[in-house]
């Protein structure tokens, strides 16, 4: 079966760190764009990193140069390192797969995610 | 960045009534616009890509429309697990980016 585990949420103090584990199964996590996506308390839907099958990593304004995302290609796992959190940040993070493998993204399908984890919450609070 | 614009915000329906949801971006995004669904305590479910192709085990009542800035989400005959919240995403281009959500809720 194809899915996606999140999991390392918590409770962190402001300018605190946490990393973020997604274990896939069912798929090799090096051939699929893989994305963060976060959901803050009663808000929408927020991208928050994607790491190509190539390697390469792209953030929005809001979390670059404190996120980072990376995989392990041998234990299949995505993760998000999150440095000097932020209240704001509070939410439940999504990992999320591209709907084709990398070498095929026609028609916007590895920017489009059709296998998603359950999420894990992050609070950060003093 | 291109930005998404869902309407209504919220709707009440009631069971077989029929549907539409708005989302309009700030540029033209071709045809590179994706529906999810989410239910609540959920991950967000696939429903459309590409503007009008729907999701593998997706039930047809749901359908997209549209190219360029303006689409639409349509359900045709409301059913009680459709009662969720549902959002729009650009998949044109990083970075990507979401609409605000439509919470439909029971009339």
């Known amino acids: 079966e194809v899915q996606l585990v999140e999991s390392g949420g918590g409770l962190v103090q402001p300018g605190g760190s946490l990393r973020l584990s997604c274990a896939a199964s069912?798929?090799?996590?090096?051939?699929?764009?893989i994305s963060w996506v976060r959901q803050a308390p009663g808000k929408g839907l927020e991208w928050v990193s994607i790491?190509?099958?190539?390697?390469?990593?792209y953030y929005p304004d809001s979390v670059k140069g404190r996120f980072t995302i990376s995989r392990d290609n041998s234990k299949n796992t995505l993760y998000l390192q999150m440095n000097s959190l932020r209240v704001e940040d509070t939410a439940v993070y999504y990992c999320?797969?591209?709907?084709?493998?990398?070498?095929?993204?026609?028609?916007?399908?590895?920017?489009?995610?059709?296998?998603w984890g359950q999420g894990t919450k992050v609070t950060v609070s003093s | 960045d291109f930005q998404m614009t869902q309407s209504p915000s919220s709707l009440s329906a009631s069971v077989g009534d029929r549907v539409t949801i708005t989302c309009r971006a700030s540029?033209?995004?071709?045809?590179?616009l994706n529906w999810y669904q989410q239910r609540p305590g959920k991950a967000p479910k696939l429903l459309i890509y590409?503007?009008?192709s729907l999701q593998s085990g997706v039930p047809s009542r749901f359908s997209g429309s549209g190219s360029g800035t303006d689409f639409t989400l349509t359900i045709s005959s409301l059913q009680p697990e459709d009662f969720a919240t549902y959002y729009c995403?650009?998949?044109?281009?990083?970075?990507?980016?979401f609409g605000g959500g439509t919470k439909v809720e029971i009339k």
């Open positions: 790491i190509y099958s190539s390697g390469t990593t």
């Open positions: 540029q033209s995004i071709s045809n590179y």
């Open positions: 069912g798929f090799s996590v090096n051939n699929y764009y």
């Open positions: 590409v503007a009008s």
């Open positions: 995403q650009q998949s044109y281009s990083i970075p990507l980016t």
């Open positions: 999320a797969r591209a709907r084709a493998p990398g070498l095929n993204c026609g028609g916007g399908s590895c920017y489009t995610f059709d296998i």
